[in-house]
């Protein structure tokens, strides 16, 4: 069932692109064709599935205002932990980091790649292609089923994401608006960092908070639409 056309693309989807989106694309269109070939057991998924994903200013409007934003093929992790710390809380040309939840459909499912290391016979076939020095051999080996990853063609969905990343407001800025006085603050402030709280550091908003935000952005949008006609 494991052909080495089929191992050797899915190593390579493994492998990474290094941001090459023409090479992604390939790879992309390559793993659809050879994961046909597979059984249906491991093109399914019964979980909730998680995706990182860094937002810019231009795709915004896919993906809050219509409700979905097509990326054909990627990749997405049922662990939403492994999904969270994925490339970091920041990046400087971004609005924000989000995390996607969504319970894939069957016909979204491409490959899940946790399933198929629960399959004695595709450690077989990864083994005896090992053992062959096939090509991307080391990247099927690395990463296993470490990551949680699972395959998908999903689209991104304003209303599936359940968090957003962003600086809480500055200490002095609380301080002033709680009326803290000045002789205190640094007191307090020591306290907050005894207990593991940083007041100005980045980190994920709340389920709600995060749905909050997505409401108050299309109120904005629908504004200016309206302010241009």
């Known amino acids: 069932m494991f052909s080495d056309s089929f191992l050797e693309t899915l190593g390579a989807w493994q492998n ?15 793993l659809l064709s050879e994961s046909a070939k597979i059984s249906d057991e491991f093109r399914k998924v019964d979980r909730v599935c998680y995706r990182k994903r860094f937002l810019h200013y231009g795709e915004l409007l896919e993906i809050i205002m ?8 990627v990749s997405w992790t049922q662990d939403q932990a492994y999904a969270e710390r994925f490339k970091g809380l920041y990046k400087p040309s971004a609005v924000s980091g989000a ?14 790649i946790c399933a198929l290391w629960e399959s004695e016979e595709f450690i077989d076939a990864v083994r005896v292609y090992t053992n062959k020095k096939g090509l ?15 395959i998908l063609s999903s689209p ?18 609380l301080c002033d608006e709680l009326k803290v006085p000045e002789e205190m603050r640094d007191e307090y402030f020591r306290q907050l960092v005894n207990q593991g709280i940083c007041p100005e550091e980045i980190k994920y908003t709340s389920k709600e908070g995060t749905q909050r935000v997505i409401a108050k952005t299309i109120k904005a949008f629908e504004a200016k639409m309206v302010s241009l006609k």
């Open 136 to 150: 991307h051999c080391e990247a099927l080996n690395n990463f296993k089923a470490t990551q949680g990853e699972v």
């Open 156 to 173: 991104l969905k304003g209303s599936e994401i359940i968090a957003l990343t962003g600086a809480s407001s500055p200490f002095d800025d």
């Open 99 to 112: 995390i996607f939840e969504h319970t894939p459909k069957e016909a979204e499912v491409v490959v899940n």
């Open 16 to 30: 990474g692109w290094k941001e090459n989106q023409e090479l992604r694309t390939k790879l992309a269109d390559k």
């Open 66 to 73: 219509v409700d979905s934003k097509n990326e054909g093929i």
